[in-house]
């Protein structure tokens, strides 16, 4: 086993993002100061971890120098941004080989929401071809590692960002979800992972393209205040239109709440044991802190599996086959990762459906979000079982094989993108041997309060584990 961590006495110490801006702002240190020790912390980590995808350190230290940074919480903290998201001056590689590396001629819309916080971007994150799978692995490149034990998985699509922030390379990432890609690696890498609602944030480039759009752009983060602050910024600089006002959450509710609790996976089976007894021990602390516990099964017909698959292989069929109009004129289709080219050919397999898989989504957005008029949080592991080695999901191994593991795998978080309803999940638990499990919950759309103010009580009654423990 070997453990990853770039904590060190320097100015970023074991600070959390909003602790960095204070210091900046403070005086106490300064933001180029903040942006060397972040970058120093990189280079002592990034030859076991594989998480950086571009280095854009030269401009990232120039904008620290010049502390021209919007008035936002985490004004001058050092960050990336995933690399499928337009940031000018950055090539948006997706990857993948198939995309060639031209810079991004603008940003794209989300991008000045995102940077309207003060962040610093350094670089970007590396994540699987396309975010297509739940592991960063590549055929052409070595994967990206878990910092817990470089062995294992760091979780995908934003694995990149999580492994660095979990490091302590950074103190928070961008990242985005479009079937569990926050909310996975965080879970593999012990961080909070928050996926808004639907519209909370300025939708992505490749959301707005599709019929049901599934992404949601967020951070990965070591403390729930992060979260929370991020989240405060971009309300101030675009306020979601028709939903609850949200504002800073700074701490627990006093609402004790009703929460559903969903042990089965929808695919059926059982959950690993260690699965088993962490959902089991943060449902009884839930009750002790005076909330109702009730168990239900997931209210979603079990064709919802297919109807995912099924669009999800959609998103692989128009990459392959309208990737010149829909990522650059210079894509190389014949440079498809396997994973992605297998996909596509499932895809033709079941073309006929798309009619019905599209009224089947639908169906179970209203099936899902049903659950929320009984109660107000819904309570579940956030994957099928605990993280897996590399190579368990490769994307140049057998296809179906590796396909109907990342099923099994990624069972609880994509019903949050269908229904657009926010989720967050938790590093409450750790297996035998000290790996992060975690733990999920979500609430219906705009109501990114109620999970907030719950993960600051658990943050509280349960610490998150910490890699330098």
């Known amino acids: 086993m070997t453990k990853v961590s770039a904590f060190t006495g320097d100015c970023l110490g074991e600070l959390d993002a909003v602790g960095v801006a204070g210091g900046i702002k403070s005086g106490e240190f300064s933001a180029r100061e903040a942006a060397q020790a972040a970058l120093a912390r990189i280079d002592a980590v990034e030859p076991q971890l594989n998480a950086v995808a571009f280095d854009d350190r030269e401009r990232g230290l120039e904008r620290a120098a010049a502390g021209e940074f919007p008035d936002g919480s985490l004004a001058g903290v050092p960050s990336m941004i995933k690399n ?5 001056g950055i090539p948006t590689m997706h990857g993948s080989a198939a995309v060639p590396p031209v810079p991004a001629a603008a940003d794209e819309k989300f991008v000045g929401q995102m940077l309207a916080s003060g962040i610093n971007i350094l670089g970007a994150t590396t994540l699987p071809a396309f975010g297509l799978t739940a592991t960063t692995e590549f055929v052409d490149r070595p994967p990206t590692r878990n910092p817990w034990n470089t062995d294992y998985s760091a979780g995908a699509s934003s694995g990149g960002a999580a492994a660095l922030v979990a490091a302590g390379a950074l103190p928070i990432a961008h990242a985005n979800d479009g079937g569990g890609s926050i909310r996975i690696p965080a879970a593999c890498c012990g961080l909070v992972g928050f996926k808004p609602s639907r519209d909370r944030v300025i939708a992505s480039a490749e959301g707005e393209s599709l019929p049901i759009d599934l992404i949601s752009n967020g951070v990965v983060s070591r403390s729930v205040r992060d979260t929370a602050h991020f989240l405060a910024d971009t309300q101030r600089y675009a306020p979601a239109k028709g ?155 057998d296809f179906q094989e590796v396909f109907d593991r990342l099923v099994q795998y990624v069972t609880f978080t994509p019903a949050n993108n269908t229904s657009g309803t926010p989720a967050v999940t938790l590093p409450l638990a750790q297996t035998k041997e000290g790996l992060p499990i975690g733990l999920h919950f979500c609430a219906d759309v705009g109501q990114e309060r109620t999970l907030l103010e719950l993960s600051y009580e658990l943050e509280a009654a349960h610490p998150f584990a910490r890699i330098q423990d």
């Open 84 to 88: 499928n998201t337009l940031f000018a």
């Open 243 to 397: 939903m609850p006002e949200l504002g800073l959450v700074e701490g627990p509710g006093k609402r004790r709440l009703r929460i559903a609790l969903i042990a089965e996976p929808i695919t059926g089976g059982l959950l690993d044991p260690e699965t088993s007894v962490a959902l089991e021990a943060v449902a009884e602390l839930l009750a002790e802190q005076g909330h109702h516990i009730d168990r239900v099964p997931l209210p979603v017909e079990r064709s919802y599996v297919q109807q995912f698959t099924d669009y999800w292989s959609l998103l692989a069929f128009s990459l392959d086959h309208f990737g010149k109009r829909l990522i650059d004129k210079g894509f190389d289709r014949s440079k498809l990762d396997p994973f992605t080219a297998g996909l596509s050919k499932q895809f033709l397999r079941r073309f006929w459906a798309t009619p019905g898989v599209l009224m089947g989504l639908r169906k179970s957005t209203k099936q899902f979000r049903a659950l929320f008029d009984d109660f107000d949080v819904v309570y579940s592991p956030t994957l099928g079982h605990v993280t897996p080695k590399i190579g368990y999901l490769d994307p140049g191994g």
